[in-house]
Structures are given as C-alpha cells and as structure tokens.
C-alpha cells in the first residue's frame, strides 16, 4: 500500500441537505426503453398490465426516486391524447425524433401507474416543439384535476377516477438544440416557457417547473442561452435543466476518462454562474434550484444505424464497463458536492438505452449493467446532510487534465448519525489507505460498525452480460478501530460508518 491520504468531515460543515430527487431517472419512447424494457406483456414475468415484473424488480433494487417521461427528443412531437384511451383505438405514428414506429400501446395512465408500482415520483415532459400551451394545460388536466372539466372527465372515462400526483413538470427538452423539433432561440423559447408556465399553473398552482437549459456544455450558445431564458420566465419557474454525458471515446486516455469528475464539476459551477448572473440582472430574490435531469455515460461517437421505421429498435444499448462505472461514481459525487443547487437529477435513461439495467430481447431475462451498482448504493446510503471533505490524497496529470487528485470523495451524514463516504479510486495500480477523521461525530469513534463495499472487476473494460456479471460488489462489516482503509485500485467504495449503539 502507499501512504495514506485522509478524509476530514466535521458536522458543522454542510454543504446542504440532499433532496432525494436527486436519485432519479429517465424514461423515453425511444429504442427498447419502454417497449421490450419495462413493457413487454408476453413476458412470463409481466403483470396484467403489461409490464415486466423482473424489471420493475430491478428498478426497485436500483431505487430511482423520481422518473422524467415521455422525453427527450421523443417529447418534441408527441401528442400525449394518442396514448390515453381503449388501446385498440390509439394510433400508430412516425416518432422523427428516432426515426420508429410509435404504438402508444404505452402512454400517460401506464407510465403513471408504472411509477406508483415501482414507488417513484413521476416528472413529465409537456410539447413545446410542435405544440405549445393548449396540449400542456389540457395535459395538466387530465393528469391533476379530479373532475369538473373536459379533460378530467376524459380520464375518469379512462377508468381513472382519482387524479395523479405530478408535482414536477418540464417545459419542454433541450430547445436550444438544432436537432429537436420545433427548436427555438433563447427568446422564443424563453417567452413561450413563461407564458406556458403562467398558464399551467391557473391549472394547477401546487406544480413545480423546469426551463430548459444547455443541453450540452460544448453549446456554442451556452451561458448566453441561460441568460436570455431566465430573462423572459426567471419568476415563472422553479428550476433550470442541465444536461451532460461523458463520451469514453473522446477521452484521450483511461487515466483522463476517470478524471471527468473534474469536467462535471466544473459545468455545474459553470451553470451555477449563469443563472446567478440572470438573478443578479433580474433583480431576483430567489436563488435558481438545477435539475441535472439527464446525465450518464454515452458512447455518443459511435455510429448509430437506424432502420426504415422500425418499432422498438435497439438504439445507444450501450454495454458498461467498469471504467463507466467509476465515472457514473464521479457524476454522482459531483451532484452530491452541490446539493445546495442541484435537487433533482435524472441518471438517462432507465432501461435497455444507455442504461444500468439491460434485457434479453425476445423473453429473456434482465440483469444489471456496471454502472447500476454506484447509483444504487447511493440511492440507499446517500440521504441526509452533504457535507464538505477536507481531503488529504496524492495527485496526477493526465494527457486532459493536470492537478488531478488520486480519490474522488462525497460524504453524506446520514438522519440515524451514520457518515457515508462514496469514493472512486482513479490510481490503476495502487491500493490507496484512506483514514476517516471524523472526530467531530462523537457516537463513531472506535467501535463504530464499518461497512465497506467495493465495486471492482478484473479490469477497466470489463463488462458484465446476463450469464457472466464480471464486475460486482463486495461488501465486508466490521467493528471499527480507527484504521485506515484500503481502497484497491480502479475501483468505486461505499464506506459507512454507523454509530455506536
């Protein structure tokens, strides 16, 4: 082992309290998401009403808090009114968002139902590329209200009598890009989100709203698109959106990929300037909450073939490995560093499309993706009070970056007293010692119980498949004496230390 580096919390220095939104998900109609991912009624597992029950197994095991549908690109040319109804009288269109075929054999009912199965929040996506406040209002409607007007009433002809509970509601995706239907300037879509949002909300006043922000860091018009939205809708709205994927293929090297935690960082500090300058500029008392609501690995340069209007392609079925696994680690570290702004994040997307859980078409069993063990741990341990690391560890350069530190470190303090430290260990070869100082918390001190769990693998770019998952957990309790410990190399730990009782 080298010599150790060190981890210093105290339980005055929090950073902020940890919504739980911010373990949330995504799912899309698009590739094998919703159909043959969640959905596929010939299943031997699949419920009455239609879904996959070893999935939604999956999907509790993986614990998302919060789910964002029915898009993305997809949103930007859906009209929700095809997915509700008998489904036999539902059409099928052209999605050309993904260039498929739409049944809507799935729509709003049987994703809301879907999330109260699986016991999360569900997020909805309204239209503002074809369509605009007319489809969002009456979307409201329909999901929120109880009776008393066309649209709630069509729902309780549906067999739905009680209204959802929707609190959040996004005001369209990622308008500033080129590549999505109706895309607009920060104007036109700034002025279109704050009269949408005007409009929703003498629907419903209770809902939270999302404004969409860059889509990408590398937007030439980043920054100013922020500054121009919040210009027309900053008091109509409770959130801006971010968005961010790590390409593994324009990394120029291992070492550089595993050090993209400093590039998150830095985008959401990035984010964080922007609209506190649209704050300053507009006078605002309230800070701007982010919703980090699409994030994930994404093998974006490879090539991507598209049929002649398939249903269901597989599309971006990305394969993990554990190199991935460790940087989703580092996404998840760096959200937890500004739980002060960022409450809610979407991990996209859920199933099948560059997502932690994958399933075997044609009847096959599902399994768990590299990158599922980081965000579950997380979800189940990461609750309560983020608070600053004092750390102490080597550093390194690599061909992307200089200044590097060895060990990517969040600290969670826990409601039940337990100190929950999540590290990603970037060093290739060395086994790191980590000493915990945590002399502020007077119940861990020796004798604490030490939980330690460890995602490894016999190397960066292995992969698990459904008959062989070469990258796990292990995970090993013990009392604690106060001793340093190991963290091996190329790999992401959970380390929790829960009081004396």
């Not at 879907?114 to 569900?122: L, W």
Request: overall charge negative; charged content about 20%.
């Amino acid at each position: 082992m080298s010599a150790p580096s060190r981890a210093l919390v105290d339980p005055s220095m929090v950073i902020g309290d940890i919504d739980p939104r911010v373990y949330g998900s995504f799912v899309e109609h698009m590739g094998r998401c919703v159909y043959d991912g969640i959905y596929a009624p010939d299943h031997p597992s699949a419920d009455d009403a239609g879904f996959r029950g070893d999935v939604a197994d999956l999907v509790r095991e993986l614990g998302p808090t919060i789910l964002r549908y029915p898009g993305g690109n997809f949103v930007s040319g859906y009209h929700w009114e095809d997915g509700v109804g008998p489904r036999e009288a539902r059409p099928r269109r052209r999605d050309l968002a993904w260039r498929s075929i739409e049944t809507n054999l799935v729509g709003t009912n049987e994703f809301l139902g879907y999330a109260r199965t699986v016991g999360a929040e569900p997020m909805m996506a309204v239209n503002l590329g074809t369509r605009g406040i007319d489809a969002a209002t009456a979307l409201l409607e329909y999901t929120t209200l109880r009776d008393g007007s066309y649209w709630a009433d069509l729902r309780r002809e549906h067999g739905v009598a009680e209204p959802y509970d929707v609190p959040v509601w996004c005001l369209g995706n990622e308008m500033d890009g080129p590549w999505q239907l109706g895309h607009k300037t920060a104007y036109e879509y700034g002025r279109l989100a704050a009269e949408t949002a005007v409009a929703m909300r003498r629907v419903n006043p209770d809902i939270e709203l999302v404004a969409c922000g860059t889509s990408k860091p590398i937007m030439p018009t980043f920054a100013t698109w922020e500054a121009q939205v919040l210009e027309q809708c900053y008091q109509h709205v409770d959130y801006l959106s971010m968005h961010m994927y790590v390409d593994p293929e324009r990394a120029p090297d291992l070492r550089s990929l595993l050090a993209s935690g400093l590039d998150i960082d830095a985008y959401i500090d990035a984010v964080v300037a922007s609209v506190d300058y649209a704050r300053a500029a507009g006078k605002h008392a309230k800070p701007m909450p982010l919703a980090f609501d699409e994030w994930n690995v994404w093998y974006n340069s490879r090539p991507r073939e598209i049929g002649l209007w398939p249903q269901a392609p597989e599309l971006i079925g990305d394969i993990y490995s554990l190199a991935d696994a460790l940087v989703v680690g580092s996404f998840i570290n760096s959200i937890l560093r500004r739980s002060d702004r960022v409450r809610i994040a979407c991990l996209a997307q859920l199933v099948n499309v560059i997502a932690p859980i994958r399933t075997e078409p044609g009847g096959g069993p599902a399994w768990r993706q590299s990158t599922f063990y980081p965000f579950a741990y997380a979800s189940r341990y990461g609750r309560g009070d983020s608070l600053h690391v004092g750390l102490s560890t080597t550093r390194h350069d690599t061909q992307a970056h200089a200044d590097v530190a060895d060990l990517d470190v969040a600290a969670v303090r826990e409601a039940s007293g337990a100190v929950t430290f999540f590290v990603v260990n970037r060093d290739l070869e060395r086994t790191i010692p980590l000493e915990l100082d945590v002399r502020g918390f007077a119940r861990l001190g020796p004798g604490a119980m030490l939980t330690h769990a460890v995602l490894s693998g016999p190397g960066a770019e292995a992969t698990n498949a459904v008959d062989d998952p070469s990258v796990g957990i292990t995970e090993a309790t013990r009392r604690w004496d106060g001793e340093a410990v190991g963290l091996p190399p190329l790999s992401w730990s959970m380390v929790r230390l829960e009081p004396n009782m």
